[in-house]
């Protein structure tokens, strides 16, 4: 058996990926068979399920992707500039989030995994907010959790409109939630 | 021709939306077969098309009906039973509006004609906002139009992690909203 390189499998991989992407956009997670993987991957259905055992994995692996996107944005640029790049998403993408949320509703053991899709990015965030709490930058009236949570909430509202097609102005929004966060 | 009554003719309406809602929040939008419909109303396909020409007639007058619940807790309980309302909606019937979501994407149309789904109320919550901004029970830097997005933002972020089956602690979280909203 001849050896690989780990370069290789993680060229092969990110193939994959970006090809999924474009085949989940553009057909949804449901219309997304595997002849079209095939097709816009390059790969055949044996290549791909080397690398995920199934549909879902190569979606939560985009997911992960994006989590990982939006907290390093926060982390370093600040919530604004996580908003700014949720409005910036192509509505299809973010259609196939919510054609997912029905598996999730009815998959506990789905669920769970997709609420742990990234700990460490997580526990950065929640050191984070502790942070600017300590420093008088954040209200400390309640935990760094729900502010995170508040967070999550504006970014999945802005996530319903994008995919509805919705334009958005985000200047006059931010005021509102950063006087949500701002010391009371 | 029989004169029918105007007491029938709503008694009768009612009797579809009841039995259409059902069937959606059971089977979905795409789901909802003619003959579902006709199985849960006890109507014939002529008799429900008599009073909604189209399958998609039928759900928007439903989210007419549950804007109009919205709006009238808004202005008679405040913005907190919105919420308390919301996280206490049926997750399957929540589902369907993210189904539509699509269509309202790529049909400008169907959209527009959404937005405008009950603009008497807007004019209400409108004037509710700026009565309570002149008293001083909310902020005067950003116009009411904005501050009721800021509000349909955090509505729609309830929204879809309902549909995904999330619990929510609603009590911390509306100190946020608050916050967000109160003259700062």
């Known amino acids: 058996m001849p050896k690989v390189s780990q370069e290789h499998l993680d060229a092969r991989r990110r193939q994959i990926l970006d ?13 997304a068979t595997i ?5 816009e991957t390059g790969l055949s259905r044996g290549a791909i399920f080397n690398y995920f055992p199934t549909k879902w994995e190569i979606f939560y692996a985009l997911a992960q992707e994006d989590q990982q996107r939006a ?16 409005v910036e998403q192509e509505p299809e993408w973010i259609g196939v989030y919510l054609e997912t949320h029905r598996m999730l509703r009815t998959n506990p053991e789905l669920r769970a995994r997709w609420e742990q899709r990234n700990p460490e990015l997580d526990n950065r965030l929640r050191a984070k907010v502790e942070q600017q709490q300590r420093g008088g930058e954040l209200r400390r009236d309640v935990d760094a959790d729900t502010i995170g949570r508040f967070m999550g909430l504006i970014v999945d509202g802005l996530v319903l409109n994008v995919s509805a097609g919705a334009a958005y102005e985000l200047e006059d929004l931010l005021k509102l939630v950063i006087g949500g966060i701002a010391p009371q």
């Open 71 to 86: 907290g390093e944005l926060w982390l370093d640029d600040g919530f604004s500039a996580v908003l700014r790049w949720v």
């Open 35 to 39: 002849a079209k993987l095939e097709e």
């Open 19 to 31: 090809g999924a992407r474009r085949v989940f956009s553009r057909h949804g997670f449901e219309g």
